[in-house]
């Protein structure tokens, strides 16, 4: 599709205009959500200074600090192999990527320069292609060759809810932040702020030597600090309740019930309020569940410990359980939030855990998984009795986390199609191109939504109306992307919120989601 070329606010000099053309989002054409990598000689001043021409900036909607932390996220390669953090983490596919995307994309696209340059042909394996997992050297880079992991991508939604750690966990401080799949993930001091540093190195270099000023450059302070402004403003940014949460599906409904029974699901000790955080202290904490007695990959150097293995000069855990030592850390790993599970598998740290929210549940249960992993017999001494949920409550449950995470998709699609009402309503056409964007946006919300709404069969369909709702919110998106002119879009994104809306009302009560502004940004 195309869209109109970005028209300009009042600029007062042809220096400012350049500037707003610079750092503006390219015309999307075809795979939309990857986006043109730009010159790292645009400074943080020069995108704060554009982004305080973005007609959101100026709306209210997003503030310029975002809107510039974006604008590094998603085109800023710092001098690298062409790669930017939107590579692995696109707005269009929850900030992740799976197979299915990446089969989808363009061979010239960046994640694949491993294929094509000799100097990085070991930045990547097979597996990326195959399982959707990228080779960290989360335990150092001292050995390339054999000490390495191979990982899945996680989301980057609702981290203000998500990584502060537990220190009963009986990790090590710092990490001061839960990043990445075992908590360790950034350089330094651990924090969100130096993940970014830690990815550069990691994903960005132009040859496997590594050195900042040949390789890449480092991120300035204030990149750093902006870019982490973005990150924290993705998702949600406040929890739910569930005791006072009421679901209209009633196998949905018990299926919460389950999952805070002690005595049957016992999810929320873990994962209070279907979030990241323990019930005991409302802080993220990793935990051997298990999952890393099943890597998704055969690779030699492979095996994940988890957490604590940089600075381990050899093998120091029995990753498999097989009698030798042959992986690097203590086997825990950060507990990731459910809320967004759905609508983000394949599970777990290697993809390994099947493709639908009832297979990441049935985990739990799984002989010589979760159920003798140091967590479960954790939860077996609290309550007495093994975790040992049945069928049907997998079932109920997998219902009840369909409907937690189709609406979180719905607030998202209402929030963007509200910024779009927003802008055309006080800009007309001017730069008309953002709100055709967020309307597109919100339609791959929408489908998400309807997605995860499509429980396998033989159970019965959920939220039959509300699919047909959201069929119609499409249509009158469709028919305001096609608008001849302002007035006729905004009627049609009008309509579309009240689709939506209805839509999202057939749910239940008290599934209130707050969001921050960075999923209004591309």
């Not at 005991?280 to 990959?297: F, H, M, Q, V, W």
């Not at 189709?406 to 607030?411: E, T």
Request: net charge negative; glycine share 10%.
């Amino acid at each position: 599709m195309s869209f109109p070329k970005p028209g300009f606010l009042f600029l007062g000099s042809v220096i400012a205009s350049a500037l707003l053309t610079a750092c503006a989002p390219p015309e999307p054409e075809g795979d939309a959500e990857r986006h043109e990598a730009v010159s790292s000689a645009l400074t943080a001043q020069d995108r704060l200074a554009a982004c305080n021409l973005d007609p959101r900036v100026i709306a209210g909607l997003v503030s310029a600090e975002v809107c510039a932390g974006a604008d590094i996220f998603f085109r800023e390669t710092f001098d690298g192999n062409g790669r930017t953090c939107g590579t692995c983490h696109p707005v269009a596919n929850n900030y992740t990527i799976d197979v299915p995307f990446i089969s989808a994309l363009d061979p010239s696209d960046p994640l694949f320069v491993f294929e094509t340059d000799p100097a990085l042909a070991e930045l990547e394996n097979f597996e990326l292609r195959t399982l959707g997992l990228i080779r960290e050297n989360v335990d150092g880079f001292e050995d390339l060759d054999n000490k390495f992991t191979m990982r899945a991508v996680p989301h980057i939604f609702s981290m203000a809810t998500t990584i502060t750690p537990d220190p009963a966990d009986g990790t090590a401080v710092p990490p001061v932040h839960r990043t990445g799949w075992s908590g360790d993930g950034a350089p330094g001091d651990g924090s969100l702020r130096s993940f970014l540093t830690g990815a550069i190195n990691q994903h960005f270099p132009k040859d496997l030597g590594r050195q900042p000023g040949v390789s890449f450059r480092l991120p300035t302070e204030e990149e750093l600090d902006l870019t982490l402004a973005f990150q924290m403003s993705v998702g949600r940014t406040n929890e739910l309740d569930l005791t006072q949460v009421n679901l209209f599906d009633p196998q949905a409904n018990d299926g919460r019930q389950a999952f805070l029974d002690p005595q049957r699901g016992r999810c929320n000790v873990c994962h209070t309020n279907a979030g990241a955080n323990h019930m005991d202290s409302g802080l993220n904490r990793n935990l051997d569940t298990g999952t890393r007695k099943a890597p998704a990959t055969s690779t030699i150097g492979a095996f994940d410990g988890g957490f604590g293995g940089l600075g381990q000069a050899a093998p120091n855990l029995d990753v498999l359980d097989i009698g030798f030592l042959h992986g690097f850390g203590d086997g825990t790993f950060s507990t990731p939030p459910l809320i967004e599970a759905a609508d983000t598998p394949p599970f777990f740290h290697t993809n390994a855990f099947g493709n639908t929210i009832e297979d990441g549940i049935a985990f739990y249960v799984t002989p010589n998984f979760f159920p003798n992993s140091p967590a479960g017999l954790e939860l077996e001494t609290r309550f007495g009795t093994p975790v040992a949920f049945t069928g049907d409550d997998i079932v109920k449950m997998g219902r009840f986390l369909r409907v937690l995470n189709a609406a979180f998709n719905l607030d998202i699609a209402k929030q963007r199609l509200e910024a779009a009402q927003t802008l055309v309503n006080q800009f007309q056409d001017t730069r008309a191109d953002i709100q055709l964007r967020l309307m597109e946006l919100a339609e791959v919300e929408i489908d998400d939504a309807l997605g995860v709404l499509g429980v396998p069969p033989p159970n019965p369909p959920l939220h039959t109306i509300s699919q047909d709702h959201l069929q119609q919110a499409k249509g009158e998106i469709a028919a305001g992307l096609a608008a001849a002119t302002w007035s006729q879009r905004q009627s049609r994104i009008s309509t579309a919120i009240s689709r939506v809306t209805n839509a999202r009302d057939q749910f239940g009560a008290n599934i209130t989601y707050q969001l921050g502004q960075g999923t209004l940004m591309y």
